[in-house]
């Protein structure tokens, strides 16, 4: 089992506002939960990335993502407190050059003696391009094209080094990138830093079959998990690839309490901080992109349609066809008589893993006998000390199963992973 953990900053996903909860941005923050992931021996540490500030209604969407520092900066710093952790960043490659982040990418591997990784993440919305000097050129049916040629190239520059540090120049004319020179970074200890996927789409899971070396799903029930990781990894073959060569692992939360019933409780309770009655109608007004403030988050789900046209909500990943989410929550909110708020709770949540540590060791184990996931981005809803519990009180029963575990085998990620280095293409 592969084990990832997750900061996630402020959304709905965290409870930001309880006491416990510290900054988002000071570095002690990530030191804290980079060394307690370190102290589980856990596979790597991943950040998340936001390029513009979310709008709701034409106004910055202070219940969600208000700010992330780079990545990258902080995970060079990160690789400075820490000894075999992995350290993943979310970088974007509609609106990134190959050669620069090549670069930065290979510089974290050797600052890290071989623990960096790449989220590779797109982007087609004009409202974030507005932030960079191409706008929002990039049309939705080029996302995938241009991100495979940028992992591609970024490939290549890896390799103009050989693995006895002997340079030389590279030369890469493609669809969207006509690049020619010397890289100016030896290779790094892992060859190429690891490559993560998050996209779900046909095109996504393409990309993923035939680029990524690790897949960060939504998909965490048991029923889904498996549909997903027997799709994935049925696409393998056709690249020439084994089913071990792609790690798929799901973003998933948990809650512990000392008996199930008591973890059910606390579950109950971290959804209603979650979903606040204000954050229950901003989330309505995501699917309905219609102005529903004087709706009762108390009461039923509204009888207008929604907007499917809409652009009341900026910068936020969309559900879906609109039309059919609200037919899909209409006929939840009527099937068990749920107001606004309770529909929202129900359909909203990512999936948790609820119970004793026993039970949550057992959940976890079952999942990936099952093949429905090869490990889990673990998402704390605390930040920093969300995953105390896990690490202390999980951790040691999944060793004693025999499924995590105990020591480090080796220095990089790619050896926590079971992944091979990649061959030299010199």
């Not at 899909?328 to 529909?343: D, M, N």
């Not at 673990?378 to 499924?403: A, M």
């Amino acid at each position: 089992m592969h084990l990832a953990a997750h900061f996630p900053g402020v959304n709905n996903t965290t409870v930001w506002a309880d006491p416990r909860s510290r900054s988002q941005i000071d570095f002690s923050s990530f030191e804290y939960l980079a060394r307690t992931a370190e102290r589980g021996r856990f596979d790597f540490f991943f950040l998340a990335e936001g390029l513009r500030l979310r709008e709701h209604n034409g106004r910055i969407h202070d219940l969600d993502v208000v700010g992330r520092p780079e990545s990258l900066t902080v995970l060079a710093a990160l690789a400075a407190v820490t000894d075999r952790l992995g350290l993943a960043a979310t970088v974007n490659a509609t609106f990134n050059e190959p050669y620069e982040l090549a670069r930065r990418l290979a510089t974290l591997d050797h600052l890290s003696e071989g623990r960096a990784a790449w989220n590779v993440v797109t982007s087609f919305d004009a409202f974030t391009g507005e932030n960079f000097r191409r706008g929002g050129y990039l049309d939705r049916a080029d996302r995938y094209t241009r991100a495979a040629e940028f992992v591609a190239t970024a490939r290549e520059l890896w390799d103009t080094w050989s693995p006895d540090g002997t340079p030389r120049p590279f030369a890469h004319r493609g669809q969207h990138f006509a690049i020619e020179g010397e890289f100016t970074v030896p290779r790094s200890p892992q060859g190429h830093p690891v490559v993560i996927q998050a996209g779900d789409s046909p095109d996504g899971r393409e990309f993923a079959a035939s680029t990524a070396d690790i897949v960060f799903t939504r998909h965490g029930t048991l029923e889904s998990g498996r549909a997903f990781y027997a799709d994935v990894k049925g696409r393998l073959a056709k690249y020439g690839r084994e089913p071990d060569e792609l790690k798929i692992m799901p973003g998933v939360t948990f809650v512990l309490g000392d008996s199930d019933a008591e973890a059910q409780e606390r579950a109950a309770e971290i959804r209603l901080q979650q979903i606040s009655p204000q954050n229950a109608l901003l989330a309505l007004e995501q699917v309905w992109g219609r102005d529903l403030s004087a709706f009762d988050p108390d009461g039923p789900l509204p009888d207008i349609d929604p907007d499917p046209g809409s652009s009341l909500v900026q910068g936020r990943v969309k559900h879906g066809d609109p039309l059919a989410v609200a037919a899909r929550w209409r006929a939840l909110s009527e099937e068990k008589g749920l107001s606004i708020r309770q529909t929202v709770i129900e359909t909203t949540g990512r999936q948790s893993f609820i119970g004793s540590p026993r039970t949550v060791a057992e959940q976890l184990t079952e999942f990936v006998a099952a093949d429905a996931a090869d490990g889990f981005i673990l998402v704390p809803h605390l930040t920093p000390g969300g995953l105390d519990d896990f690490v202390d009180r999980v951790v040691p029963l999944l060793q004693e199963r025999g499924v995590f575990r105990s020591e480090y085998g080796g220095p990089t990620l790619r050896s926590h992973l079971g992944l091979a280095e990649p061959v030299w293409k010199g």
